[in-house]
């Protein structure tokens, strides 16, 4: 799956010379949590939240709220912003932009085709891209099966449940341990007992099942 499959398109934006206030009223009016710092279309920074809280004067200050607040008006987007930005194109696999994401330690990528901001990717993205693949919601059975880790095996398991009439909506293979790996299988259909005792006749182990009514 690719990042332009899930990011979020014409994000909100901040001007680097806009004031923090105006930052942080862009972020309270439409409930995120960082903005793309840009100039013209081109992306400068990146502005969040904890940037803002830590740009903030101190409970601790003797400053008086009046003072701390008319501080923190005259401070500048520029001032305050994480740059250069790390960014990603959107032709991009989610996988990379989760890796750049836990590497950085940052919770958004902006999404850059040339020199110009086309949307944002952020963690919940990557969360909701996880629990589709998964197919964690979607009507039917969910299996988890440990399988022996060899050649032809993945082959047996499908053509089990092909045998039985059953279509496999999602499919996630983890390696476990030694010579075992754990398969999740999402199967369209909610009467699997048949399709399970075959499986254990194979050699698998059904290690637990979830079935969606809706």
Do not use: W
């Not at 279309?41 to 200050?61: F, M, Q, Y």
């Not at 330690?105 to 996880?130: Q, R, Y």
């Not at 790996?181 to 499986?199: C, F, P, Q, W």
């Amino acid at each position: 799956m690719f990042v332009k499959q899930r990011m979020t398109a014409n994000p909100y934006t901040v001007a680097p010379d806009r004031s923090i206030p105006d930052a942080q009223s862009v972020m309270d009016e439409h409930g995120v949590r960082h903005l793309p710092v840009v100039e013209g279309s081109r992306v400068v920074g990146v502005i969040s939240r904890n940037d803002i809280a830590a740009a903030s004067p101190s409970k601790a200050t003797t400053l008086s709220a009046q003072e701390a607040t008319y501080l923190i008006s005259k401070l500048k987007v520029a001032k305050v912003m994480s740059c250069p930005p790390v960014v990603i194109a959107p032709d991009a696999l989610l996988e990379e932009a989760a890796t750049i994401m836990r590497d950085a330690k940052i919770e958004m990528l902006p999404v850059v085709s040339g020199d110009e901001l086309v949307g944002v990717i952020t963690e919940s993205d990557l969360l909701d891209a996880f629990i589709d693949i998964l197919g964690f919601r979607d009507h039917g059975t969910r299996l988890t099966i440990e399988a022996k880790d060899e050649p032809g095996g993945l082959s047996r398991l499908t053509g089990i449940t092909a045998a039985h009439q059953a279509n496999i909506q999602h499919l996630a293979v983890h390696r476990g341990n030694l010579d075992t790996s754990v398969v999740v299988v999402g199967l369209n259909s909610r009467n699997t007992e048949a399709i399970e005792a075959d499986l254990a006749a194979a050699g698998m182990r059904i290690i637990a099942r979830r079935i969606n009514a809706d």
